[in-house]
């Protein structure tokens, strides 16, 4: 039994869904763990894909960024669980883990100084990698939603000792999330996974010059063969494009084993923590969801940094259509 995991029950899934004659929602479908030990229930499950929840604002609250990333997961399972369950996806295939335990953490980050923040971050860190840990070892695809891009870390983390070499991560983000490592925090996840020797080589895809300090500029830099971006600002100059891209990825990233994340502040008017008027469309970030996931085949995908609302963007179903294009196109690839 993971301690640091809550489960939610079938019958729980049906205040997010209602049943209509004549379909069937992914909220019917979807598998859900029958006991409390998650190594048993995901050796025995027949799905590949393991979704789950973190409801945490603190990594983002640590990084002066606007709170509000706890609630999104259940936001996000209101417009999940009512997609149709048909030939394009089926819930059968996805195991709804859980989410992580956070209340408690939240509860002591209420009116918080900075310092103790970022100590309760490393303390999430752990559960994190847990939870995440038993996910990569019964060889399962993971669905990560809500919270900071904190979270980042704990994920590269537990993919590499699962499975004991360092990894690659593709990053769609305004932000490098390179920042120092002086306290945990949303801005510098890939900054102690980068330290920590857990990275063969980070792709940054849409950073956004107007955002990223000398330091984070000098890191690419020093690290050019570990280090590599895609500016947002070269692609409204059309330096490059969707099929450069692409030829890129496939070429660095043959053979390698591959972490997929996909900040909601690089999506324009997306609600998040630092939400945006200039971005990625919500079309374009489909788009490069569906490219990048057939081009690196990852073992996972993390959809941090978003806010539940419904203006401008209704973020929460925006994030199931990202969700089930990124299922679809790994079906695709095997």
Known sequence: MNTFLKTLEKQELEKYYSIREGETKL?????????????TELANSSARFVLVGIPEDIGVRANFGKPGTAGFFNAFLCSF?????NDFLTGEEILLAGTITCHDLMQQANEA???TLSTLVNELDKRVESVLSEIFAAGKTAIVIGGGHNNAYPIIKALSSAREQKISVVNIDPHADLRNTERRHSGNGFSYSLNEELLDFYLHVGLHENHNNRHILDLYAKNKGRLHYFSYDDYLRHE????????FVRDVFVNKVCGFELDCDSIVNMPSSAVTPSGFSPAEARQLTIMLAKAVNPAYFHLPEAIAATEPLNSSKLAAYLVTDFIKAMNQVN
């Not at 490059?240 to 030829?247: P, V």
């Open 27 to 39: 909220g019917q479908t979807i598998l859900t763990p029958a006991g409390n030990n998650l190594s």
């Open 81 to 85: 669980a009512t997609i149709q369950s």
């Open 113 to 115: 100084s900075f310092e």
């Open 240 to 247: 490059w494009n969707f099929n450069s891209l692409d030829r």
